[in-house]
Each structure stands twice: as C-alpha cells, then as structure tokens.
C-alpha cells in the first residue's frame, strides 16, 4: 500500500497543482470582463492535461483540489461569508465541470489490447504496441449526454428554488427586464412587439438549453486542446485520432433529437423546457460532426482552406453564427443518416 501511495505521490502533486490553476481560472470569471470570461472558460484545462498527461491519479487529485480551492476563494471573496454557499461553490464546480472533464479526458486515454473486452489507461510504453482506443463517437455521445444532464439540472434546481416552473420564470424575468432596458441606449428600438419583458422572458427560457450546449462546446474544445498541450509535450500516450474522420454520432440520437425538437415546443412548462434542453445539446453535438464533416470531404480541394476559413468565421460574427451553426447541424445530421464520409472512403465500383 505504502509503494502504491508513493508510486502515485508525484502525479498527484502535479493533479494538485492542475487543481489550482483551474479553481484560479474558474474564480477570475467573477470578475465579470471578457478576458476573466475566457480565462474560466479554461478552467476545464488543467484538469484534462494533468489526465491525459499524468494519469488518473492526477487527474483525480485536479479534480478534488480544485472544487475545494474554488470553495475557499468563493468563502474569502464573500468576506468569509456563510461556509456552506463556499461549499455549494465547490460541490457545483465539481459536478459541472470538474468530474465531467475528468471522465471525458479518461474516456480519451482509455485503450485495450486486440480482442480485450477490458479497458485500461493507457500507458507511454502501452502505447507503443497495437491497441483498440476508445472511439471518439463514444467521447461525443458521453459529451452531449453529460451537458443533457447539466442543463436538466440547472433547469430543475431553478424551478424549485423558486417554487415552481411559472413562478420561476416570472421571477427572473422581472429581475432581468430592468437590466435590459438598462443596456438599452435612447436610440436603440426593438422589433414591434419585442418588449424588455418579452425578451428578459426569452432570454430566462433560452438559459438552460445555452447552458447546456455551450457547456458541450466548452468541454470538446478543452479536450482538443489540452489533448494538443500534451501531444506537444510529448506526454500523450495514444496516437492522436482522425478527428475529421472518427467523430461522430450514432444514429440513435437522430431519432432522439427528432423526438425532442417536435416534442418540446408542444409540452410546455418545465417537461418541455427539459426536452428542448436535450434537443438543443444535440443540435450542439450535430455541429460539432458537421464540422468534422466538411474538414473531411474538402481535404485534397484547391477550395478548402476558403472554405473552413469562411465557416469559422462566420461562427465568430455575432450576425452570423447562429446560421452557420444551423448549417452545420444539419450537415451533421445528413452525415449521420447517409455516412458521407464512409461514402467517400469506400465508394462504390462499378
């Protein structure tokens, strides 16, 4: 026991060291600027380099220090305030964002030996042999279902906090309406019909279907990039998968975002804000393989780099993103009932 604690003692220094600087990120976006906003929307980073680096060990102790240290910067920022809301902090830092990173990035080291059922972790010198790694269509399906999960969650503590899904929504409406008009300059019109209060309303129901995919969004690009950090460093102890052409979605959640997207409107109340949460994760999660798609079939066209340069900028452009998002859903969605891009790996001879 005591060679194990010591065999693992330097990754989970490091782990502990991943947690800091995570906490420290996650608690800068207090600070309410843009810049604190895309520093906590790093925090997920630490953590899922210290796992793919460095092993579960430090992927768990990342994870541990940091939901305390986010507990005791929140219990010092509110002047050594009430001890249990710095441990809500922590506790929800951990469900959020904590164990989902961590679970997504172990998902993405996870490899077994040829005709294995079981897997592992891989290892440097693991790595070095032929091994089965988990596909990346798991990665994403365990993605979207988490950040479901997220938004269900936000969704359902809101509404009970409030005492009740209407009474919610009313609550919160009133409290955000005298802000908007706040923002609003003496020049500026709204749409006939659109109110401060209709869009507050609005903008209250949009929040946990938000929550949701930008919280899939968030957790993919870390992974991406924390998976880059290390394979830089030379820490990565898998090859680094064709993303263009292995990510994607299993057809099943066609039929689950279809049912979700003609469901959730009809519902109402809460069931229905729920149902649409999980459709709106899956359109995300649809964009996300659209993407993959159209970086897979243009490779090898003189239009290519126009083309993705045109895609990702019109993401950025706050008139144009929502369209392009759209657009790639539905790419997304075309590639998971007709396989493209199998369909050009293995065209059809005639």
Request: hydrophobic share 55%; with cysteine; charged share 10%.
């Amino acid at each position: 026991m005591k060679k194990r604690l010591l065999k693992h003692a330097p990754a989970a220094g490091l782990g502990f060291g991943a947690g800091i600087a995570a906490a420290v990120l996650f608690t800068v976006g207090g600070r309410g600027t843009a810049l604190a906003a895309l520093l906590a929307n790093l925090s997920p980073l630490p953590i899922m380099i210290a796992m793919l680096g460095f092993g579960l060990a430090a992927g768990i102790a990342s994870v541990v220090s940091a939901a305390f240290i986010v507990a005791a910067l929140f219990y010092m920022q509110q002047q050594f305030g009430h001890i249990n809301a710095a441990a809500l902090a922590g506790l929800a830092f951990a469900l959020f964002l904590g164990l989902p990173s961590l679970w997504l990035s172990l998902l993405a080291v996870l490899s077994r030996a040829k005709g294995s059922p079981t897997w592992v972790v891989t290892t440097r010198v693991g790595s070095f042999f032929a091994r089965e790694y988990c596909p990346l269509e798991r990665i994403l399906s365990y993605g979207a279902s988490i950040c479901a999960s997220i938004g269900v969650a936000v969704a359902i503590y809101i509404s009970s906090h409030y005492g009740g899904f209407n009474a919610a929504i009313e609550r919160l409406t009133a409290e955000l309406a005298p802000v908007i008009e706040g923002m609003m300059s003496a020049n500026m019109q709204l749409p006939p019909g659109m109110t401060p209060q209709v869009l507050a309303k609005a903008m209250v129901l949009a929040a946990a279907p938000a929550a949701a995919g930008g919280s899939l969004l968030l957790l993919m690009l870390n992974l991406w990039l924390a998976g880059r950090v290390v394979q830089l460093s030379g820490q990565l102890p898998r090859p680094w998968p064709d993303i263009p052409r292995d990510l994607r979605l299993p057809q099943v959640y066609l039929l689950i975002f279809g049912a979700a997207s003609i469901a959730g409107p009809y519902l109402g109340g809460l069931a229905g804000l729920i149902v649409i949460t999980v459709a709106a994760t899956l359109g995300i999660a649809f964009a996300l393989d659209g993407l993959a798609v159209m970086h897979f079939l243009t490779r090898g066209a003189a239009y290519r780099i126009p083309l993705l340069t045109l895609i990702y900028v019109g993401l950025v452009v706050p008139f144009t993103w929502l369209i392009f998002l759209l657009l790639l859903a539905a790419t997304g969605i075309i590639e998971t009932a007709f396989s493209l891009r199998d369909r050009k790996s293995n065209p059809v001879r005639k």
